[in-house]
């Protein structure tokens, strides 16, 4: 089977990521979700566990990978890719990112290794179209494939913490924080109420 690998910290998992992996099933037979270990570069995350539920309430239809998590660390993805490829030899795995990240990509661990040996499901995020010189380089791999699908939700982890932690500020009553995040969209109700009831992203 063709597998679509979607990595990240899922911090918290929302209507963008779930859009991502919808756009991706068109291509591939199914999407494996791996929450991020411990990351340097990022800001302070959510315990890795809360990550990881919440990565599975999101995603109920896929598979929910706890590789990272598990180390503790991250896996950078030249690396993460030939270990299951190697565990899953049956399959074809894709890792799917954005051209936000494609644009970054030679900043990676092995860039070189990972532009000939890993194969990439891209998909076009507003706002980073990618030069004529990108496209001339990675529209003529035969493992980079693009999706052109054009996505109704952009959505950062981070402007969804944001807006819930004005929302906690706002009101302490759970019923009432549940009621005006879920109005927003943004989370799964499963993720939501997951949310709320270990107050996450409260100041």
Avoid at 27 to 42: A, H, M, N, Q, Y
Avoid at 189 to 196: M, N, T
Wanted: aromatic share 12%; glycine share 4%.
């Amino acid at each position: 089977m063709k597998i679509g690998i979607l990595g990240g910290s899922f911090d918290p998992p929302h209507a963008g990521h779930r859009e991502v992996v919808e756009v991706a099933k068109e291509t591939v037979d199914e999407v494996w979700i791996v929450p991020c270990g411990f990351r340097s570069d990022k800001h302070a995350l959510s315990d890795s566990q809360m990550r990881l539920q919440m990565a599975k309430l999101a995603f109920p239809d896929c598979c929910v990978l706890d590789i990272e998590v598990s180390r503790g660390e991250m896996v950078p993805t030249y690396f993460l890719m030939k270990e299951l490829a190697s565990k899953h030899p049956e399959h074809q795995f894709y890792f799917i990112l954005s051209t936000e990240l494609l644009k970054k990509l030679h900043t990676w661990k092995e860039p070189r290794r990972l532009k000939e040996e890993v194969n990439f499901l891209v998909t076009w995020r507003p706002g980073f179209e990618l030069t004529e010189s990108e496209k001339s380089t990675f529209g003529s791999k035969a493992n980079f494939e693009f999706v052109q699908a054009q996505f109704k939700v952009v959505l950062s982890s981070t402007y969804v913490r944001q807006r819930i932690s004005e929302a906690w500020e706002r009101t302490s009553s759970k019923s009432q924080l549940f009621d005006l995040v879920s109005n927003w969209q943004f989370l799964e109700e499963a993720v939501l109420y997951f949310v709320i009831q270990h107050k996450l992203f409260k100041l």
